[in-house]
């Protein structure tokens, strides 16, 4: 494996968990957002309003995040194949 195509395989397996990272918080955020929407009255709403607004902004950042660290971990793994000698057939020729 050429220096190019380990340095661009490192670099997508940790954009891979870049991505993972922000899978994790685009689901913590909507933990939040849903833990907001069944609370007893006595809780103040506007309060739990302003959470619930700011966990659905924070899990759509982190989910825009998680698809363009994917993107770019694609965008690797397709240059990393791409740097790869070609592989040559050798099938028989008939004379």
Known sequence: MSDLKKVLVSSAEDVDSLSAVFDQLEGMFRAIEMATEN???????AQMNQIKKLAALGRYVAGDW????????????DAAAESAPASKSKEPTHA
């Open 39 to 45: 609370l007893p009255a006595e809780h103040p709403r």
């Open 66 to 77: 998680s698809n363009t660290a994917d993107c770019i971990r694609q965008s690797m793994c």
